[in-house]
């Protein structure tokens, strides 16, 4: 069965999002961060959500968990939490 590892980022806003997303692309880092701005409490962990299965996140989430390039953030991703970027650090088929 496919795993995937991930971390993210969980803010209220896709203008919050688009913000973070330019600052990791600017060169900062994404745990740090995660650590400052995301809702989420694995933003304490760096935004580390540990591995997973398909069917374990919300269906916008695992869509482009499963199918995103590895160590590219991604994002703004809405679901019914938030906006996430996300960025996929491992996957197995």
Known sequence: MA?????HILVDSEE???QLKNEIAEGAD???????HSSCPSGQRGGD???????QMVREFDEV???ADLNTVQGP???Q????LIEVTSRTD
């Open 77 to 79: 991703v809405k679901t």
């Open 81 to 84: 939490f938030g906006y996430h």
């Open 30 to 36: 994404f745990a740090e961060v995660a650590k400052q």
């Open 16 to 18: 919050k999002c688009g």
């Open 49 to 55: 959500l540990g591995e997973f299965s398909p069917g």
């Open 3 to 7: 795993k995937a590892q991930a971390r």
């Open 65 to 67: 968990v499963f199918s």
